[in-house]
């Protein structure tokens, strides 16, 4: 996850004083993906076009000069891992986004990213390969602020979060200036109300026409929300523009898992080539694996006992090579293909296999 990623935990730290585990089960977009999204509900975003090559790279650079007179130009290597901006490719260059005066530029800069690896402080040694770019306009950003959408267990529902300030750490500014951040809690069943949200976009620092902008997006960024069944929404900045007025300059969307069957448009978009096989595979097979650097692989059914199971192998010395829960509805299949899984991982010397029989039909 990206680094600027909200954290329910942070958050639920800095509303209720206790923090709550967040769900990992999620569907993350590129960028590109994303604001895309964005432009089909109404919300201003910086307009941008993929390229899988340099000489398509300078291609949309020149179309942004012809159609809307592009002064300059940023250049995003489209990863799904965060921290790209400090990040180093494999062919020298340092930094994954860069921003740019001249079209040439653009495609020089995208010939040093496309074909290459990424490796960012989240990616580890190994990087991730880097196969397409996203060339915008860059547009100047006279002010930046934080805005987000998630789900709070306490709250009992949705809550919007805003803070005025907006590029940088959330979390850095939740522990050290609390007072930054407001919230508003929505009321699931009746929707946002405005006049509260036109009260938020306030608290932003956003007044006049732009207050009624900010408003706005903020309104159809919760009907994304709803209706794309999104666990979380951050737009990190959402700034203030001199050109564009209010623009979202940034955008992480997360999707709940359990809502693929009515989201199908949305999970096409999937992208797995940065995940790690196993696990992908694992979740071909309905099965619930996280691949780990120990030795002992662990077999197990439901999460509790799978973590409880791989306390007690490192409370004993040895190295846990996996979580794995096959649920209580497993078939005699899944269970196969789970050993199948483990052992492929070429660390794994042995398996501990933990079932309890309540929830599962060992009969067979």
Same mark, same amino acid.
């Given at each position: 996850?990206?680094?600027?990623?909200?954290?329910?935990?942070?958050?639920?730290?800095?509303?209720?004083?206790?923090?709550?585990?967040?769900?990992?089960?999620?569907?993350?977009?590129?960028?590109?993906?994303?604001?895309?999204?964005?432009?089909?509900?109404?919300?201003?975003?910086?307009?941008?076009?993929?390229?899988?090559?340099?000489?398509?790279?300078?291609?949309?650079?020149?179309?942004?000069?012809?159609?809307?007179?592009?002064?300059?130009?940023?250049?995003?290597?489209?990863?799904?891992?965060?921290?790209?901006?400090?990040?180093?490719?494999?062919?020298?260059?340092?930094?994954?986004?860069?921003?740019?005066?001249?079209?040439?530029?653009?495609?020089?800069?995208?010939?040093?990213?496309?074909?290459?690896?990424?490796?960012?402080?989240?990616?580890?040694?190994?990087?991730?390969?880097?196969?397409?770019?996203?060339?915008?306009?860059?547009?100047?950003?006279?002010?930046?602020?934080?805005?987000?959408?998630?789900?709070?267990?306490?709250?009992?529902?949705?809550?919007?979060?805003?803070?005025?300030?907006?590029?940088?750490?959330?979390?850095?500014?939740?522990?050290?200036?609390?007072?930054?951040?407001?919230?508003?809690?929505?009321?699931?069943?009746?929707?946002?109300?405005?006049?509260?949200?036109?009260? #938020?976009?306030?608290?932003? &620092?956003?007044?006049?026409?732009?207050? =009624? %902008? +900010?408003?706005?997006?903020?309104?159809?960024?919760? $009907?994304?929300?709803?209706?794309?069944?999104?666990?979380?929404?951050?737009?990190?900045?959402?700034?203030?523009?001199?050109?564009?007025?209010?623009?979202?300059?940034?955008?992480?969307?997360?999707?709940?898992?359990?809502?693929?069957?009515?989201?199908?448009?949305?999970?096409?978009?999937?992208?797995?080539?940065?995940?790690?096989?196993?696990?992908?595979?694992?979740?071909?097979?309905?099965?619930?694996?996280?691949?780990?650097?120990?030795?002992?692989?662990?077999?197990?059914?439901?999460?509790?006992?799978?973590?409880?199971?791989?306390?007690?192998?490192?409370?004993?010395?040895?190295?846990?090579?996996?979580? #794995?829960?096959?649920?209580? &509805?497993?078939?005699?299949?899944?269970? =196969? %293909? +789970?050993?199948?899984?483990?052992?492929?991982?070429? $660390?794994?010397?042995?398996?501990?296999?933990?079932i309890f029989g309540g929830i599962v039909d060992c009969r067979d």
């Amino acid at each position: 996850m990206a680094s600027r990623v909200l954290c329910r935990r942070v958050f639920a730290s800095c509303l209720h004083g206790q923090p709550k585990a967040a769900s990992v089960r999620c569907l993350n977009l590129h960028e590109s993906d994303s604001k895309q999204l964005l432009q089909t509900y109404d919300v201003a975003v910086q307009r941008f076009g993929v390229a899988h090559n340099a000489q398509e790279a300078r291609t949309v650079a020149e179309n942004l000069l012809s159609a809307h007179g592009a002064k300059q130009y940023v250049v995003k290597a489209l990863v799904l891992t965060g921290g790209r901006g400090k990040g180093m490719l494999s062919s020298g260059m340092k930094g994954g986004v860069k921003v740019v005066d001249k079209i040439d530029e653009v495609e020089d800069v995208s010939s040093k990213m496309i074909g290459y690896k990424l490796v960012t402080k989240q990616t580890g040694e190994q990087g991730v390969d880097v196969s397409r770019v996203m060339v915008g306009e860059a547009l100047d950003i006279m002010r930046e602020t934080y805005f987000s959408i998630v789900l709070d267990r306490a709250a009992g529902g949705p809550v919007m979060v805003g803070s005025p300030e907006g590029g940088m750490d959330i979390e850095w500014v939740a522990e050290h200036k609390p007072d930054k951040i407001f919230t508003l809690p929505i009321d699931i069943m009746a929707g946002p109300v405005k006049e509260k949200v036109m009260e #938020l976009a306030a608290n932003l &620092g956003f007044d006049g026409e732009l207050r =009624t %902008q +900010a408003c706005h997006q903020m309104l159809m960024l919760y $009907k994304l929300f709803s209706e794309k069944d999104a666990t979380q929404v951050e737009i990190n900045p959402l700034g203030q523009s001199p050109d564009r007025g209010v623009v979202c300059f940034d955008a992480k969307i997360n999707f709940d898992d359990n809502a693929a069957f009515r989201q199908k448009d949305m999970y096409a978009l999937k992208d797995d080539s940065e995940d790690d096989p196993l696990e992908v595979e694992a979740i071909n097979c309905g099965l619930n694996f996280i691949k780990m650097d120990g030795n002992i692989g662990c077999l197990v059914n439901g999460a509790g006992l799978a973590m409880a199971t791989m306390d007690i192998v490192k409370l004993h010395g040895g190295d846990p090579a996996n979580f #794995l829960d096959v649920g209580g &509805g497993v078939k005699e299949h899944q269970v =196969t %293909q +789970a050993f199948n899984i483990i052992s492929s991982d070429p $660390k794994v010397k042995s398996i501990l296999v933990n079932i309890f029989g309540g929830i599962v039909d060992c009969r067979d």
